[in-house]
């Protein structure tokens, strides 16, 4: 994800980074939330606890940043596929080494992102909330 962070400010056509383009600051910021997730995920799987609103709350989030991950991978794949719009000389040396490796770690993070979901269920559980309040002992002894 850090390295997707900095290639997110790469301009593939012109091989510089772009730093005053407000767009470029998204992803970084909506990642927060993706960490946070994946920080969460880790806390329950270690202390082995129930999934709660909080963690419901969070993957909810990170559906949308799938959305957003797939997005800006089929951002990717449509530059990445005008290669043959361009005269060669025209293009950076860096074009497709950069742009494939920018499309193959946004893969891979839509991947993790889905493995994510998948372990969350096997191991956390699934988000039954009657089975939570059940294990809830509102009388202490």
């Known amino acids: 994800m850090f390295v997707l962070t900095i290639l997110n400010f790469y301009g ?4 510089q980074f772009y730093f005053q383009k407000i767009d ?3 992803f970084p910021l909506v990642s927060i939330l993706q960490v946070t997730y994946l920080n969460a995920l880790n806390e329950k799987i270690k202390h082995s606890q129930y999934a709660d ?3 419901r709350n969070l993957e909810y989030g990170v559906y949308a940043l799938l959305l957003i991950h797939l997005f800006k991978g089929l951002e990717t794949l449509y ?3 005008s290669f043959n719009d361009y005269d060669v000389t025209l293009l950076p040396d860096t074009f497709l080494p950069v742009g494939l ?3 193959l770690l946004q893969g ?3 991947m993790t992102t889905l493995i994510a ?7 956390v559980g699934a988000f039954n909330f009657d089975q939570i309040n059940e ?3 509102s009388w202490p002894s």
């Open 135 to 137: 294990n809830i002992d």
């Open 79 to 81: 530059i990445l596929l």
């Open 53 to 55: 609103t909080s963690l």
């Open 101 to 103: 490796l920018t499309l």
């Open 108 to 110: 891979l993070l839509m």
């Open 24 to 26: 470029n600051y998204i």
């Open 117 to 123: 979901f998948w372990y969350r269920k096997k191991e």
């Open 12 to 15: 593939l056509y012109s091989n």
